[in-house]
């Protein structure tokens, strides 16, 4: 009997299968495929808890990432692409993976897990690097809506991945680190130079995980207006918050209104979110 981890060692490599499928990267799509098996291993290595898990995986390409979870354990992947010309590549990992892998064609941006039946689940996905930032904002409002998702494993451009760690007063300090640090724990785990990739961007990338954290959520009382008051504030990131919105008594918030929006920590945020909008 043939093991199914034989199965997948024993397709042919990822360059191959997509020469024999005449497929190439398209950039409508945002593609950047990975074929370094000892980076696509380290990435899938990397999901917590993976062989309890159902991990999501968002725009697999080719396969090679997804190839990856399901060698590290993976109890079940669920590849969404939208791009349905992988289709001849992607059909052989599902043969291979004995019932552990779906595949999906849509846009991730209007795929409910929920409404799939998957109450529970790890994302982990080399991002098209034209959604990438919109994906993410989509998953952590989920998760602030109570959606149970683990972790989130994910690889971005270098300078996305600064924006989603920074902390105040960095310079890539925004919107994105204000939400992500309000529902979540964020961490760069590793840097993926652009020579790894087929086409090669001319940008570095970086693996981030994010672990929600149950503490942060409890605390959270309207997720939208956070959203709304970091626009506010952040859309005028040169001016101090006092003469982007008046008459407020800002030494309730410990602040003197003379500070700029890249000097409030999250929880100041969330407290004027809560209180001004």
């Known amino acids: 009997m043939i093991h199914e981890h034989d199965k997948i060692q024993s397709l042919p490599p990822v360059s191959e299968m997509m020469r024999a499928a005449g497929m190439t990267a398209k950039k409508q799509f945002g593609q950047n495929f990975l074929f370094d098996l000892n980076l696509t291993g380290r990435i899938a290595r990397s999901v917590p808890n993976i062989s309890h898990s159902?991990?999501?995986?968002?725009?697999?390409?080719?396969?090679g990432l997804t190839r990856a979870l399901l060698m590290a354990g993976a109890r079940r992947v669920i590849a969404v692409e939208k791009d349905t010309t992988t289709a001849p590549i992607l059909d052989e990992i599902v043969s291979a993976a004995d019932g552990r892998l779906t595949v999906i064609y849509d846009d991730a941006l209007n795929v409910d897990f929920r409404a799939l039946g998957i109450d529970e689940y790890a994302i982990c996905a080399n991002l098209p690097y034209n959604v990438g930032t919109e994906l993410l904002i989509r998953w952590l409002l989920r998760i602030a809506?109570?959606?149970?998702?683990?972790?989130?494993?994910l690889m971005f451009q270098r300078e996305v991945a600064f924006r989603i760690t920074a902390r105040p007063r960095?310079?890539?300090?925004?919107?994105?680190?204000?939400?992500?640090?309000?529902?979540?724990?964020?961490?760069i785990l590793f840097d993926v130079p652009n020579t790894a990739f087929v086409p090669r961007p001319r940008v570095q990338s970086?693996?981030?995980?994010?672990?929600p954290n149950a503490q942060k959520i409890a605390k959270l009382h309207n997720v939208e207006n956070i959203e709304k008051i970091t626009a506010l504030l952040f859309g005028h990131r040169r001016k101090m918050i006092r003469g982007i919105i008046p008459n407020v008594d800002w030494a309730k918030y410990n602040l003197t209104g003379t500070q700029r929006a890249e000097e409030l920590s999250p929880e100041t945020f969330a407290q004027l979110a809560r209180d001004l909008i």
Do not use: N
Not at 54 to 63: A, D, H, L, R
Not at 145 to 153: A, L, N, Q, V
Not at 206 to 211: C, H
């Open 54 to 63: 159902t991990v999501i995986e968002v725009g697999p390409g080719p396969g």
């Open 206 to 211: 970086a693996v981030v995980q994010i672990i």
């Open 170 to 187: 960095d310079e890539h300090y925004g919107r994105l680190a204000v939400l992500t640090s309000l529902i979540a724990d964020a961490r």
């Open 145 to 153: 809506h109570g959606e149970k998702i683990t972790s989130m494993t």
